[in-house]
């Protein structure tokens, strides 16, 4: 029998077996089940399929609506895909400026908005998620010149106050590292998260020295340590020499080799800040290093002051496994304008620069000097 000619047939008895009594009942799915091969318990469903009520799902009646989904949406894809914790963080921060762009917003979806939790989150953006991974090489060569002179730092746990640094360098050399082509430097600090790029031509000692100092002259404090690889970029004595010989000199020590772990806080930062806006592609054009550097200086305002960060708490090894405990997130101006190392004028110099900005209009920059660079790229 055609599965057409068994749904019909279904019917057909359907409503005699619902007035049947028990013992009809039982006979009338005995035939039923010979006529079409049906186990006994699928037969039974069948035969009471429109009188079963649907089962409301468990647990309670959400309490967030496609409104507030709709705004998470919004700050989660600008914001560059943030986890829910530091989507979380974000959100005072971004509500106002969404409100600015897309219009004010109904009080209930704000109050829902200010106690919605990052696993409320979570399931509210599960759908969006759903609709939307070439390893590069490493150019760390080794400097072993001055290795004796610079000491190894394995921990980075006591830091509790800002001026205290990581950097490395990624190469944009596509699939070779022969020949010359432009260098990425990026400067993490372990406290508030605030990280600064710059692009350099060829990684030579000279242009990584430059750009550390204006780096070092735009950050809003002061820098008390410096943490790097082993890369003979930073193993000079030019730049030893620039950090130890000042009127307060500055910490200069380094990982161990092959040892990334020991310069974990900025290596994060190779995908987040770098690859993800400039890919794996080979740039050996000159003068891409200030157009580069423009992007940067829209990414590291749209990064430092809108964008939150998490720092590990406390990491504990449970038989073969580690628990990690984090913070509940916060942007790396939060984090400056409540550290009480940060004096009031460079506080007053980051509310005045914050006041000037809006993430949406920073994140078109962002998106036009992206198009423009990768479109010369190809």
């Not at 409320?120 to 072993?144: E, M, N, Q, W």
């Not at 060829?202 to 008390?224: M, R």
């Not at 806006?277 to 749209?302: K, Q, S, T």
């Amino acid at each position: 029998m055609v599965h057409a000619s068994k749904m019909e047939y279904t019917e057909r008895i359907r409503e005699r077996y619902r007035r049947a009594g028990k013992e009809y009942k039982q006979r009338i799915l005995d035939e039923f089940c010979k006529v079409c091969g049906y186990h006994r318990k699928h037969a039974i469903r069948l035969l009471n399929q429109d009188r079963r009520r649907r089962k409301k799902k468990p647990g309670r009646v959400s309490q967030y609506g496609p409104d507030e989904r709709k705004v998470l949406k919004n700050i989660w894809l600008t914001g560059e895909l943030p986890c829910s914790k530091r989507l979380k963080a974000m959100l005072p921060t971004w509500l106002p400026f969404y409100e600015s762009e897309h219009g004010d917003l109904a009080e209930e979806v704000c109050r829902n908005l200010d106690r919605i939790s990052p696993r409320s989150i979570d399931r509210l953006l599960k759908p969006v998620r759903a609709h939307y991974g070439f390893r590069g090489l490493c150019g760390t060569k080794p400097g072993t010149l001055l290795k004796n002179q610079i000491p190894i730092k394995t921990s980075h746990w006591d830091i509790t106050k800002p001026g205290f640094v990581e950097a490395d360098t990624v190469a944009h050399c596509g699939g070779s590292l022969e020949g010359s082509f432009v260098w990425s430097l990026t400067f993490s600090d372990i406290f508030s998260g605030w990280t600064e790029n710059r692009a350099v031509w060829n990684k030579g000692s000279h242009g990584v020295h430059q750009q550390i100092k204006d780096i070092e002259d735009n950050l809003p404090f002061a820098v008390q340590g410096f943490h790097s690889d082993n890369g003979s970029e930073f193993m000079t004595h030019h730049l030893l020499s620039y950090f130890t010989k000042r009127k307060d000199p500055v910490v200069f020590t380094r990982s161990r080799p092959n040892k990334k772990n020991d310069n974990a806080h900025v290596e994060q930062k190779n995908w987040t800040h770098v690859r993800h806006l400039l890919g794996y592609e080979r740039i050996e054009d000159p003068e891409m290093v200030a157009r580069i550097n423009h992007l940067y200086r829209c990414w590291n305002l749209f990064n430092n002051f809108f964008c939150a960060n998490l720092k590990l708490q406390e990491k504990v090894r449970v038989n073969s496994r580690y628990k990690k405990k984090y913070d509940k997130g916060a942007i790396p101006y939060h984090r400056l304008m409540e550290s009480s190392d940060v004096n009031e004028a460079q506080k007053t110099h980051l509310t005045e620069v914050y006041c000037n900005l809006n993430p949406y209009a920073l994140k078109r920059q962002i998106t036009y000097h992206q198009k423009q660079i990768l479109s010369t790229l190809r």
